[in-house]
C-alpha cells in the first residue's frame, strides 16, 4: 500500500515538474504544478508527516496556485481565440485528453491518500475506542509554541507585512 | 523502493526543474512557478532526511515555515509582476530593464 502511494507520488511529482519545465501555455503550467505539488504532499504522507501534507493541501494547492492562475489571467493569458472547423469558439482549457488522464491520476492519489489515512480511523472505530490524535499533531503544536515560538511570531509578522506590501503594489494608482 | 536515496533523487529533480525554469523560461509568472518547486524540493528533503536519519520532528518545523514563506513570496512576487503588467503592457523578463543604468 505504502509502495504504491509512493510510486504514484512520484510519478505524479516528476511528470507535473517537467511538464512545468516544459509546457509553453502559463496556464497549463499553473495545473501541472498543481499535480506536482499533490505529488509531494502523497511523499510526505508516505514519509508520516500527515500535518504537513494536510498543510501543504491547504496552503499550497488551495492558496498559491490559485494566486497564480488570477495573476495568470489579470495579466493576459493565452489570447489567441482558436475555433474548430466547425466555427465555434473553443472554450479555452476544456479539451485535451491529457487533462483528463492527469485529473484521473489525481483522484486516485487523493483517494489512496484518504485511505491511507482513514483506514486506521475507521478500525479503531470499530474495535469500540475513540480515534486517537495521531501523533504528530499534537508534538508539533507543543514545538511550535516551545521551542520554535520565536520562528513562530516572526513568521506571523512576516505574513502580515507581506499582506500589506502586496496591497500597497499591486494598487492602482491614481493618474497613471 | 522507499529508500533515503529515492526521495533525494526526487527532490533533486525537483530543484533541477525548479533552476532551469528561473534560468530559462522568459514568463515572470513561470519563473515564480519555478521557485516553487525550488522550495518544495528543500522542503522534501527536510521531511525525508527527519524521518530516515534522526527520527524526530523537528524536521516537520522547517516545511511549515517554507510553506508560509513561500505563500509570502507568492504574494509579493505576483503583486509586482501584477504591477509591471501594468506598466509595461507585457510579463515577459526581457522588457524589464528598467533598473538596468
Avoid: W
Avoid at chain 1, 472547423?85 to 491520476?105: C, E, L, Q, R
Avoid at chain 1, 511550535?144 to 520562528?151: G, I, K, R, S
Amino acid at each position: 500500500m505504502d509502495n504504491v502511494i509512493f510510486i504514484i507520488s512520484a510519478l505524479l511529482t516528476v511528470t507535473g515538474a517537467l511538464c512545468v519545465l516544459l509546457t509553453k501555455n502559463v496556464m497549463h503550467a499553473c495545473v501541472y504544478l498543481l499535480t506536482c505539488l499533490l505529488g509531494v504532499a502523497g511523499l510526505y504522507v508516505t514519509l508520516g508527516a500527515d500535518f504537513v501534507a494536510a498543510t501543504q493541501l491547504a496552503v499550497y494547492v488551495g492558496g498559491v496556485v490559485i494566486l497564480m492562475v488570477f495573476a495568470v489571467m489579470l495579466t493576459g493569458g493565452p489570447t489567441s481565440q482558436s475555433s474548430n472547423k466547425f466555427g465555434i469558439v473553443k472554450v479555452p482549457m476544456m479539451g485535451n485528453a491529457k487533462t483528463y488522464i492527469i485529473g484521473i491520476i489525481s483522484a486516485v492519489i487523493f483517494a489512496l491518500m484518504a485511505y491511507k489515512v482513514l483506514s486506521r480511523i475507521i478500525i479503531s472505530i470499530q474495535a469500540g475506542e475513540l480515534p486517537a490524535f495521531t501523533e504528530t499533531v499534537e508534538k508539533i503544536g507543543f514545538m511550535l509554541v516551545t521551542d520554535h515560538v520565536l520562528a513562530f511570531e516572526i513568521s506571523s509578522v512576516l505574513l502580515l507585512g507581506a499582506l500589506v506590501g502586496a496591497a500597497i503594489i499591486a494598487r492602482p494608482r491614481r493618474g497613471v | 523502493m522507499m529508500t533515503l536515496t529515492s526521495y533525494l533523487m526526487i527532490s533533486t529533480f525537483l530543484f533541477l526543474c525548479g533552476l532551469t525554469a528561473v534560468i530559462a523560461r522568459k514568463n515572470l509568472i513561470a519563473v515564480l512557478l519555478g521557485i516553487e518547486l525550488i522550495l518544495n524540493a528543500s522542503a522534501l528533503n527536510f521531511v525525508a532526511y527527519t524521518r530516515f536519519v534522526n527520527n524526530n520532528l523537528d524536521g516537520h518545523i522547517f516545511p511549515l515555515f517554507i510553506i508560509i514563506v513561500a505563500a509570502a513570496e507568492a504574494a509579493v512576487g505576483l503583486a509586482i509582476v501584477i504591477r509591471f503588467f501594468q506598466i509595461r503592457e507585457s510579463i515577459h523578463i526581457d522588457d524589464a530593464t528598467q533598473l538596468q543604468s
